[in-house]
């Protein structure tokens, strides 16, 4: 492939474009929730996964010509919606009581 074809190839995004950008997107959210101490970085992971996830429903729904595949992508978009307020709202109360964001430092639960 030259460097020309590669660059129309670029121009002109198609089902394995998307499919890219979603593997990609799934990968670094894997990443942020494996790597990171951090308790936010770990809930922007899950949200990372849950947009890779709605990309591909949204994706294939255009290819096949369903719809219902578009209604669960939205559904997907509302539950991360709402698992990033319960997320946060859990961190904040996590950290008052704790001082701390860090995942591996909380140890409320042990006995």
């Known amino acids: 492939m030259t460097l020309a074809e590669f660059v129309q ?10 499919l890219i950008l979603s593997a990609l997107l799934f990968s670094f959210g894997i990443y ?8 936010i970085m770990v809930l922007m992971g899950i949200e ?6 709605a990309l ?3 994706l294939f729904s ?6 219902h595949a ?6 997907i978009i509302a539950l991360a919606a709402c ?5 946060l709202a859990v961190i904040i109360s996590l950290a008052r009581t704790t001082h701390t964001v860090f ?3 909380v140890n409320l639960l042990k006995g």
Request: proline letters at 2%.
């Open 9 to 18: 190839w670029l121009k002109t995004p198609g089902l394995n474009h998307f």
């Open 32 to 39: 942020a929730i494996l790597s990171r101490r951090n308790a």
């Open 48 to 53: 990372l996964i849950l947009n890779a996830a």
């Open 56 to 58: 591909n429903f949204v």
């Open 62 to 67: 255009r290819l096949f010509g369903d719809v």
């Open 70 to 75: 578009q209604a669960f992508a939205l559904f």
């Open 83 to 87: 698992e990033a307020v319960v997320g």
């Open 103 to 105: 995942a591996d430092e």
